[in-house]
């Protein structure tokens, strides 16, 4: 009786190991109203041509990555969005997407992005901003984004990432399919 129970319980430990695993490549994440409602807000920006009419711009079109920690993806931002204001899950200032080989691209995730002093100016004491109760990273200037001192936070709406679903990087996207430019 003992050592059936003692089966029985490694078992359910080998399986709850292996279950982080398995998430981790579930696509999109599910199981948070915050992620629900950026895939609410964006799912029409799935394709990246809906989003160019919509005023959304890429200031360069190249798909940012990290040699030990994943990729972001190309950085798409609506300009009209982007403030020192108290930003809304709905309204991300962001869309981030990652490159396909046959030149498409595939809509993973979100970014919010407030400019700090205007922020800090506003609240003087603090805290700092918030998006549906996730406090906001602070990238004081100057910084890789070759912008003034922001405020961000990644959400992963459309891409599930192992280290989480605000994490800056993410393992399961990748810059490796972005064809890039031949010069002669």
């Not at 292996?18 to 599910?30: E, I, R, T």
């Not at 809509?107 to 100016?121: C, H, K, P, R, T």
């Not at 100057?142 to 990087?169: E, Q």
């Amino acid at each position: 009786m003992f050592e059936t129970a003692r089966k029985a319980s490694l078992a359910l430990g080998f399986a709850l190991l292996a279950l982080p695993a398995a998430l981790a490549h579930a696509d999109p994440p599910g199981g948070s109203a915050f992620l629900a409602q950026v895939r609410q807000a964006t799912a029409a920006y799935r394709n990246i041509n809906v989003a160019a009419q919509a005023g959304w711009v890429g200031r360069d079109p190249f798909c940012v990555s990290g040699p030990d920690r994943g990729a972001m993806g190309i950085h798409v931002a609506n300009p009209a969005l982007i403030s020192g204001n108290q930003p809304k899950v709905s309204e991300p200032q962001i869309l981030i997407y990652e490159p396909q080989a046959d030149g498409s691209m595939v809509l993973v995730g979100v970014e919010y992005v407030v400019i700090a002093d205007a922020w800090d100016a506003a609240h003087p004491q603090g805290p700092a901003p918030s998006v549906g109760g996730q406090f906001m990273l602070k990238f004081p200037a100057p910084n890789m984004f070759d912008m003034p001192s922001i405020y961000v936070l990644h959400a992963w709406a459309w891409r599930n990432n192992p280290a989480g679903n605000f994490a800056m990087w993410n393992r399961n996207v990748t810059c490796q399919k972005q064809q890039l430019p031949t010069f002669s």
